[in-house]
């Protein structure tokens, strides 16, 4: 496939799929709604590639808990737009 011009191979647009559009993605919430909601604070999933993609920088004492489209939706608005970048 082509990708600006650029020839791109099929495992790398498959990496490049996980990285900006995982079917279970990152959210930053406050820690008492995590343990409220009975969500695991799971920083150690982060990669690199995640991190950059979702602005996962400085998270202080944040939970980052890993939620699929449908778990997102336990989320206040307020917390779901609040998120330091879009979700896919």
Not at 13 to 18: A, F, N, V
Not at 53 to 60: H, S
């Amino acid at each position: 496939m082509l990708v600006l011009g650029i020839e791109v191979p099929d495992d790398l647009l498959q990496r490049w799929l996980g990285w900006f559009a995982p079917p279970v993605q990152p959210f930053v919430i406050p820690s008492d709604l995590a343990g409220s909601l009975d969500l695991e604070d799971d920083r150690d999933r982060l990669t690199p590639e995640v991190r950059d993609t979702f602005y996962l920088y400085g998270l202080g004492s944040s939970a980052l808990v890993w939620l699929t489209e449908a778990g997102a939706r336990w989320l206040p608005a307020s917390v779901r737009r609040s998120q330091p970048a879009a979700h896919r």
